[in-house]
């Protein structure tokens, strides 16, 4: 069964750091391309970072631009989210998704669902 498990959200203050974690299970993750979208409240949801299966290619948000690093690890089938000098405007649930497709480009959808495979999220609540 596919499984993916996002960890290490939680409460930080403005200008913290958290790293995310995603652990894959049940699909060919090292022929996938792992990426991090988030949605807040009231808000779409939105690709925040992403990156090829077989390459370094990455992908990011330009909210996050300098901030965040996606990177993964194929051997323990994990990726993962380093976030830096987190402001409030990163609140929000973040998912981890597999996808046969690399995007190298903006997404914004309504819902936090789609193609692929899609983790239930963890919340991360940026707050003074």
């Known amino acids: 069964q596919v499984q993916l498990v996002e960890s290490g959200g939680g409460l930080v203050q403005p200008g913290g750091s958290l790293r995310l974690s995603c652990a894959a299970s049940?699909?060919?993750?090292?022929?996938?391309?792992m990426n991090w979208y988030r949605q807040a409240p009231g808000r779409e949801c939105e690709l925040v970072a992403g990156m090829a299966s077989s390459t370094s290619s990455t992908n990011y948000a330009d909210s996050v631009k300098g901030r965040f690093t996606i990177s993964r690890d194929n051997a323990k089938n994990t990726v993962y989210l380093q976030m830096n000098n987190l402001r409030p405007e990163d609140t929000a649930v973040y998912y981890c998704?597999?996808?046969?497709?690399?995007?190298?480009?903006?997404?914004?959808?309504?819902?936090?669902?789609?193609?692929?495979?899609w983790g239930q999220g963890t919340q991360v609540t940026v707050s003074s």
């Open positions: 049940g699909f060919t993750f090292s022929i996938h391309a």
């Open positions: 998704t597999a996808d046969r497709r690399f995007l190298h480009y903006p997404i914004v959808q309504p819902m936090c669902a789609g193609p692929g495979y």
